[in-house]
């Protein structure tokens, strides 16, 4: 008998902040999720665990509208 679970998570975080009139902002997101079977033993010698990230820079804007890639 085969039993498979999922599980998973999902987190956005943003952040801004000013400094020598330019404003950056930043935000990132990722999101993970495992699963593990009744045969994990027959599979791994651990849980499986699969996961996902990425990280995005947004482009920066100054007060003189001029753009930035941070």
């Known amino acids: 008998m085969l039993v498979i679970c999922y599980s998973y998570d999902y987190f956005f975080y943003y952040y801004n902040y000013y400094y020598n009139n330019y404003f950056y902002y930043y935000y990132y997101y990722y999101y993970y999720y495992y699963y593990y079977t009744a045969t994990t033993r027959l599979l791994a010698p651990h849980d499986e665990t699969a996961y996902f990230y990425e990280t995005t820079a947004a ?3 100054t007060t003189a509208g ?5």
Do not use: K, S, V, Y
């Not at 001029?66 to 941070?70: F, K, P, S």
């Open 66 to 70: 001029e753009g930035l890639t941070a």
């Open 59 to 61: 482009t920066t804007t």
